[in-house]
T-cell receptor, first 115, second 111 residues
């Protein structure tokens, strides 16, 4: 398996523009997570899905952020409009549902810079 | 108070040294505990789960103290390749699938 695949790897955009981050989870994984990592706040959970359904989006910072999972093999995180403070590394992760000790597998991340 | 707290370091140790990292968590109902490793500009990867009885994987030993809400990671005979950031991770709700990450402890092993 290729692992969790994220695109793009790097994104530089101007303030006010829409940004869409993409994720393909590992086949067979029922859980998908979006995280954001910054130096100041570390790794924060934004939202997670179970069987394509959003379960908890309490970590989404504000209405400018939205996430969808139209099918089991694809998810997007959209920021509209983007702001410089959104600059961070965004990770997607997936896991199987089997037990609480099941490992979460991370993609390589999207490094977002909003100028 | 943060849900998971770690000493950010950095820890700079010579090759062959033994180094220990500590982590405390605030939710006493937490049921799952892990150490993840993150190399510079890479994604986090699972290093090991932490079990109540303590567990060992080669040079790495993890321990959990539920009474003190404290997790530790011990690295013996450290190698240059151990240089990374070590993230303490807790599943605060047990039954939910949310992992709460500490800010990480940076380790540099020096030749």
């Amino acid at each position: 398996d290729a692992g969790v695949i994220q695109s793009p790897r790097h994104e530089v955009t101007e303030m006010g523009q829409e940004v869409t981050l993409r994720c393909k989870p590992i086949s067979g994984h029922d859980y998908l997570f979006w995280y954001r990592q910054t130096m100041m706040r570390g790794l924060e959970l934004l939202i997670y899905f179970n069987n394509n359904v959003p379960i908890d989006d309490s970590g989404m910072p504000e209405d400018r952020f939205s996430a969808k999972m139209p099918n089991a093999s694809f998810s997007t995180l959209k920021i509209q409009p983007s702001e410089p403070r959104d600059s961070a590394v965004y990770f997607c992760a997936s896991s199987r549902p089997e037990s609480m000790n099941t490992e979460a597998f991370f993609g390589q991340g999207t490094r977002l810079t909003v100028v | 108070r943060k849900e998971v707290e770690q000493d950010p370091g950095p820890f700079n140790v010579p090759e062959g040294a033994t180094v220990a990292f500590n982590c405390t968590y605030s939710n006493s109902a937490s049921q799952s505990f892990f150490w993840y490793r993150q190399d510079c500009r890479k994604e986090p990867k699972l290093l090991m789960s932490v079990y109540s009885s303590g567990n060992e994987d080669g040079r790495f030993t993890a321990q959990l103290n539920r009474a003190s809400q404290y997790i530790s990671l011990l690295i013996r005979d450290s190698k240059l390749s151990d240089s990374a950031t070590y993230l303490c991770v807790v599943n605060p709700e047990g039954s939910a699938r949310q992992l709460t990450f500490g800010s990480g402890t940076q380790l540099t092993v020096l030749p």
